[in-house]
């Protein structure tokens, strides 16, 4: 097994692993995975050291939650239900469709039996999490995000967020958040809701560093974290060479962000790593940043993205991504050791 450093939600008990198991792909994103192999992925997740791990109702409709479930029930009777931090969402409650679609419309390779109703309300909340633990059949979820509530600021604000809060002074929960692909939003849950932490997904990264302009400092000066999560930028960082068909946000990427990112892949080459290592290791760099979170489907994209978490990433390499523009310039800020529950790896720093 691979130690994995471990670091502390701010203001919370609860820490998490720098390296977290996205759920999304086992919920039959965009393909289909088969129930062995979203297992394997589970099981090679935990063999490998990895003990955060996130889904949410929307990831296939249900299918992800059921899966990750099924894959974690035996380990933790084993380990011990602390062993685990395991994190699921709010906000979207899954409906019976009538009539049903023969698959999915929202980008899952499932059954259109069901429909995603956005409820960000009180009784929306409850709901969902009992659903949640139905599905995964453990007996709590250790953090909770409000998810994607860009249409739904005042009800997501006002009612889930305090609901949530409440169950995690009850001690129901260990820590509540707000996940979104969006940081001006998620700079508002840090400094005028009482969340813990935020989700931010794809909006720091080796190609995009517009957070320090607004959720990173958020973070920083009201003493909360960040989980980043979409640091591949959906597969342009994915990859040590980027080929042509290389997708950014789910499409085709542009050639610009092509010739850019194949310009960060040179010079990790020259400092003896690779692009993803680097992607993966970029937003650990930061204090208030806690936890990377990566979708991976299979046992092998598991053991790859461990390996690249353990490799070597030089302090050199952020030197002259800096000096040649491809990365903005910054002075990290002492680390904030309460929020950390060890020191972090050499590789990250």
């Known amino acids: 097994m691979t130690a994995l450093g471990r670091r502390r939600i701010a203001g919370t008990a609860v820490e998490v692993t720098e390296l977290g198991f996205g759920a999304s792909v086992i919920g039959n994103l965009y393909r289909e995975v088969d129930d062995k ?11 490998g050291g990895i003990r955060t791990f996130d889904t949410a109702p929307h990831y296939g409709l249900g299918l992800s939650e059921r899966r990750l479930g099924a894959a974690l029930r035996p380990l933790l009777a084993s380990a011990g239900r602390g062993e685990a931090v395991v994190s699921s969402k709010v906000g979207r409650l899954l409906e019976p469709r009538l009539p049903p679609l023969p698959q999915d419309d929202d980008g899952f390779a499932v059954p259109g039996d069901l429909v995603r109703r956005f409820d960000y309300s009180r009784d929306g909340v409850l709901r969902s999490l009992e659903q949640t633990l139905e599905r995964t059949g453990l007996d709590r979820l250790d953090v909770v995000y409000v998810h994607d509530p860009d249409e739904h600021w005042d009800e997501a604000a006002h009612q889930a967020v305090p609901a949530l809060v409440e169950l995690r002074d009850q001690g129901v929960v260990g820590a509540v958040g707000a996940g979104m692909n969006q940081s001006a939003m998620l700079t508002r849950f840090l400094r005028e809701t009482d969340v813990d932490l935020v989700m931010l997904a794809g909006r720091y990264t080796l190609l995009e560093q517009g957070a320090l302009d607004d959720v990173l400092p958020a973070a920083i000066e009201t003493g909360k974290s960040v989980v980043a999560a979409g640091v591949f930028n959906s597969g342009l960082l994915a990859q040590d060479d980027v080929p042509d068909d290389a997708t950014y946000e789910y499409r085709q990427a542009p050639t610009e962000l092509l010739s850019r990112a194949r310009q960060i892949a040179e010079v990790c080459r020259r400092h003896a790593t690779t692009l993803p290592a680097a992607a993966i290791a970029f937003p650990l760099r930061h204090p208030a940043v806690v936890s990377v979170t990566l979708g991976m489907r299979t046992p092998a994209e598991v053991e790859g993205n461990l390996a690249r978490a353990a490799a070597p990433v030089p302090a050199e390499l952020w030197a002259e991504l800096e000096e040649r523009g491809l990365l903005r310039s910054w002075a990290p800020a002492t680390r904030i050791t309460s929020t ?5 790896t050499e590789d990250h720093q």
Request: aromatic share 6%.
């Open 37 to 47: 192999t979203a297992a394997g992925a589970v099981r090679a997740a935990w063999d």
């Open 340 to 344: 950390l529950a060890t020191t972090p």
